[in-house]
């Protein structure tokens, strides 16, 4: 707890910000083993330390489950929000080359792109990740037009949302506002059809 009242508000707000936009695909990429379930519900208790250890076992256990390494990398990113500000960018680093490692292990794989992509939105600017969070949650789209089967539809609207986020913070509005109405257009009644009309409305 001492570290936690040493840590800019920004980094404790980072960890909320991953979990909340993670939590939809919490039962889809969680799948595979019951340590990955195990270690995302660590992670949505906020119980970092937990989380990366839970994770650290399913992939030496599993050395071939991209769901694993992928949520390791974001719950080691996470961890910058709990640890003193001098040690924060070192857990961010260290997050995102588990994560790369992840992407360049499972090129196939949706999760791998779908975890670096949102983690990468919510890191704070000075790491420069916009463009990361752009060119992986594009790569989802690009899998799931090439072959419905690769990517789980529930995702999809979440991944238009969180597309059209990454734009916005990339200083791209008019990309933005195209990922949120083809995510709106495509799926009218999802649960994230209200946060891409507050969206639109702000731009």
Request: proline letters at 6%; charged letters at 25%.
């Amino acid at each position: 707890m001492r570290n936690l009242r040493r840590t800019p508000p920004g980094w404790l707000v980072l960890i909320v910000l991953v979990l909340c936009a993670l939590a939809p695909l919490d039962e889809i990429t969680a799948q595979g083993t019951d340590l990955v379930a195990q270690g995302r519900q660590a992670l949505d208790a906020k119980k970092i330390d937990e989380a990366i250890g839970i994770f650290e076992r399913a992939t030496s256990t599993d050395g071939r489950n991209p769901a694993a390494l992928a949520w390791l990398g974001s719950a080691q990113v996470r961890k910058a929000g709990t640890v003193a500000p001098m040690e924060a960018a070192g857990w961010v680093k260290r997050g995102f080359d588990t994560m790369d490692e992840a992407v360049e292990k499972f090129p196939e794989a949706f999760v791998v792109y779908l975890v670096r992509g949102i983690t990468a939105i919510n890191v704070p600017e000075m790491f420069h990740k916009a463009p990361v969070a752009v060119k992986d949650l594009s790569t989802v789209v690009t899998m799931r037009q090439a072959n419905a089967q690769a990517v789980p539809e529930a995702v999809m609207p979440n991944v238009y949302l969180q597309l059209g986020l990454a734009h916005k913070r990339n200083k791209q509005p008019g990309e933005a506002r195209a990922a949120w109405e083809k995510g709106r257009a495509l799926y009218p009644s999802a649960p994230e059809a209200q946060a891409i009309e507050r969206e639109l409305r702000s731009l």
